[in-house]
T-cell receptor
Framework: EDKVVQSPLSLVVHEGDTVTLNCSYE??????LLWYKQEKKAPTFLFML????IEKKSGRLSSILDKKELFSILNITATQTGDSAVYLC??????????FGSGTQLTVLP | KAGVTQTPRYLIKTRGQQVTLSCSPI?????VSWYQQTPGQGLQFLFE???????NKGNFPGRFSGRQFSNSRSEMNVSTLELGDSALYLC????????????????FGSGTRLTVV
C-alpha cells in the first residue's frame, strides 16, 4: 500500500519568508508525484514530478523530486498572505489512485 | 473553458437517508474520480470511472456507489447515511485514467459539503 507523509503539519511564517514543505513517499511502483494547493475547497494543481521531470518552477514556487531518497520538497520564496493554504502532495503509484498526504497548513502573516 | 462542476454545494441529511452527488467534468475529459475529505483521514479515494465503467475502487463500504453517463458526467450515491459520512466530497476529472495516462494530472471541483445529522 502506497504511503505519503508530509511535514510539518502546520507552519506559520511572516510575509517575505521562504518556506520548505516536505513530502516523503513509499510506493511500490513510482509514476509521478503531484503537489496541490487547497485554499477553501477545490485543490488546485501546482506541479507534477516524474522520472523525466524532477524539477519544476513557477514564479515563486518550485519543487524537486529525489527518487533515490523518496522525497519531494515544495519551496515558496517571498511568501505572501495569498499563499496561506493547505498544501497537499500525492503519488500516483501502483494503486491506480492518487494517495494523498495529510497536508501542510501554511499560514502567512502580514 | 468551464472547470469541474459539482452540485449541490452543500447538503444536510439525517442518518439513514440516502444522497446523490453530481459531478460534471471538464469538456473532453472522460475520467472522473471521487474522493472523500475529512479532517481526520484527509483525502481518500472512493472510485474512478472512465467510459461509463468503474475502473478502480477504494476501501469504502458498499453503501458508496457511483456511475458515469455517456456524456462523462458522474454521480455518486451514499445509502443509509451515517454520522461519519459527513465530509467534503470532491470529484476530479482527467483526460485518461490514472493507470493508462498517469501524467495527465487531475483537475478538482469545489466539492459538495455533506453534513449528516
Amino acid at each position: 500500500e502506497d504511503k505519503v507523509v508530509q511535514s510539518p503539519l502546520s507552519l506559520v511564517v511572516h510575509e517575505g519568508d521562504t518556506v520548505t514543505l516536505n513530502c516523503s513517499y513509499e510506493v511500490t511502483n513510482f509514476r509521478s508525484l503531484l503537489w496541490y494547493k487547497q485554499e477553501k475547497k477545490a485543490p488546485t494543481f501546482l506541479f507534477m514530478l516524474t522520472s523525466s521531470g524532477i524539477e519544476k518552477k513557477s514564479g515563486r514556487l518550485s519543487s524537486i523530486l529525489d527518487k533515490k531518497e523518496l522525497f519531494s520538497i515544495l519551496n515558496i520564496t517571498a511568501t505572501q498572505t495569498g499563499d496561506s493554504a493547505v498544501y497537499l502532495c500525492a503519488d500516483s503509484g501502483s494503486a491506480r489512485q492518487l494517495t494523498f498526504g495529510s497536508g501542510t497548513q501554511l499560514t502567512v502573516l502580514p | 473553458k468551464a472547470g469541474v462542476t459539482q452540485t449541490p454545494r452543500y447538503l444536510i441529511k439525517t442518518r439513514g437517508q440516502q444522497v446523490t452527488l453530481s459531478c460534471s467534468p471538464i469538456s473532453g475529459h472522460r475520467s472522473v474520480s471521487w474522493y472523500q475529505q475529512t479532517p481526520g483521514q484527509g483525502l481518500q479515494f472512493l472510485f474512478e470511472y472512465f467510459s461509463e465503467t468503474q475502473r478502480n475502487k477504494g476501501n469504502f463500504p458498499g453503501r458508496f456507489s457511483g456511475r458515469q453517463f455517456s456524456n462523462s458526467r458522474s454521480e455518486m450515491n451514499v445509502s443509509t447515511l451515517e454520522l461519519g459520512d459527513s465530509a467534503l466530497y470532491l470529484c476530479a476529472s482527467s483526460l485518461g485514467t490514472l493507470q493508462t495516462s498517469p501524467n495527465y494530472g487531475y483537475t478538482f471541483g469545489s466539492g459538495t459539503r455533506l453534513t449528516v445529522v
